[in-house]
T-cell receptor, first 109, second 113 residues
């Protein structure tokens, strides 16, 4: 089976940097994805790491360490619109993505 | 390009009623899946399909049926609705099983009284 752990809530100040961690246990592993979901909306894809290291997409970066079964999402220059829930998801390979329970990010002025 | 379309967006059922949540995608994706989302529980996989004519169970399949007669459509049937099935249901698709990127529909919010 698979299990993922991520913090339930994080609060950060506008303009700051925040890191959302994700640890996982899985019987098979192809990669780690990150999704953003605003209240009342659908999850939207942010990034996917199949290899160790850092992937950067604008203000968002995602990191993966396969040996540590660990990844994180880094959000820089936080904006109020970044207030949302963020989900990490494991790609086991033989079945669809398995999602964590999500981290609710609140950006305050 | 509509992407993934779910209908209805909102539905209220009485216990014991049956209904079908519709999902259609116009991206020619082989891989489709249904998730349910409950507060504090993240997204849990109900059923998925790797192509027309092929379906399989996910983490929480009880009380739900699916079929995949075409590449475009992947309906989810509730056989006899129960209050525990009150949830938000999301349909998702991807080109194949090798990608970590899913394209989600807008969701169907179901209340069972």
């Amino acid at each position: 089976g698979q299990s993922l752990e991520q913090p339930s809530e994080v609060t950060a100040v506008e303009g700051a940097i925040v890191q959302i961690n994700c640890t996982y246990q899985t019987s098979g592993f192809y990669g780690l994805s990150w999704y953003q979901q605003h209240d009342g909306g659908a999850p939207t894809f942010l990034s996917y790491n199949a290899l160790d290291g850092l992937e950067e997409t604008g203000r968002f970066s995602s990191f993966l360490s396969r040996s540590d079964s660990y990844g994180y999402l880094l959000l820089q220059e936080l904006q109020m619109k970044d207030s949302a829930s963020y989900f990490c998801a494991v790609h086991p390979g033989n079945t669809p993505l398995v999602f964590g329970k999500g981290t609710r990010l609140s950006v305050i002025a | 390009n509509a992407g993934v379309t779910q209908t209805p967006k909102f539905q209220v059922l009485k216990t014991g009623q049956s209904m079908t949540l519709q999902c259609a995608q116009d991206m020619n994706h082989e891989y489709m899946s249904w998730y349910r989302q409950d507060p504090g529980m993240g997204l849990r996989l109900i059923h998925y399909s790797v192509g027309a004519g092929i379906t399989d169970q996910g983490e929480v399949p009880n009380g739900y049926n699916v079929s995949r007669s075409t590449t475009e459509d992947f309906p989810l049937r509730l056989l006899s609705a129960a209050p525990s099935q009150t949830s938000v249901y999301f349909c998702a698709s991807s080109p194949d099983s090798a990608t970590g990127e899913l394209f989600f529909g807008e969701g169907s919010r179901l209340t069972v009284l």
